[in-house]
């Protein structure tokens, strides 16, 4: 009896511990995301894509997207903002400056926010809508050792990926399980026929890469 007791007293915390690692299905199904209140922090997510990020974990902050082929001195990230950013109002938020492309940054903690409902509804349920995961960067430690270092330490070191699904699918951080383009795939492809022909790849592996990029190139 005693055993059963501890059990079920223990049970809230198992399923609270559960709920700290999150997957891309999960935190789009209404239902199961209904457990969660915004500003949750959680342990772990695995994207869309299946990439699977936890704390500790280093990602690259890549390019900002804009409609020009050269970037203007007052261009930022859409997806990036300065200091540990919380909410949903974006327009109080301070956007990092598009000359971070390249960086490397350290995750220090991840949490949801319920999306905004875009409907109808007279009075809507947040709770009631998906989620979608920020992740709170900071930059690694740098040795002042010049002057190059003097003004990374001076630099914007604390910043937050307002939503990483969309931050991984525009490129402003790097995914590296994002699946191939189609010139992606036609470049691999004739690559791997280069190779075969200088006898450093064999027929069979070029046949498989040949039957994994096929789909892509056709567009199918």
Known sequence: MKKLLLLLLCLPLFTFAQNKNLTYEKAIDVKYAKRYKNNTAINSYVTKDGLSIKIGDTLTIGNAV?????????????????????????????????????????????????????????????????????????????????????????????????????????????????PLSRQEAIKKLKESKDLMELELLSKVEYEKLKEKLTPIILGK
């Open 66 to 178: 804009i409609e020009r082929e050269k970037y203007m001195f007052n261009d930022v990230f859409s997806n990036l903002v300065i200091g540990k950013a919380k909410g949903t109002n974006y327009k109080e938020f301070t956007y990092l400056h598009h000359d971070y492309s390249g960086s490397k940054v350290i995750i220090h903690s991840i949490f949801v926010t319920h999306k905004k409902f875009t409907g109808y509804k007279l009075w809507p349920k947040r709770n009631e809508m998906p989620l979608y995961v920020s992740v709170f960067v900071k930059s690694p430690k740098v040795k002042l050792t010049s002057v190059k270092g003097l003004s990374k330490i001076l630099s914007h070191s604390r910043k937050t990926i307002l939503d990483i699904e969309k931050a991984l699918l525009s490129g402003e951080i790097v995914n590296p399980n994002a």
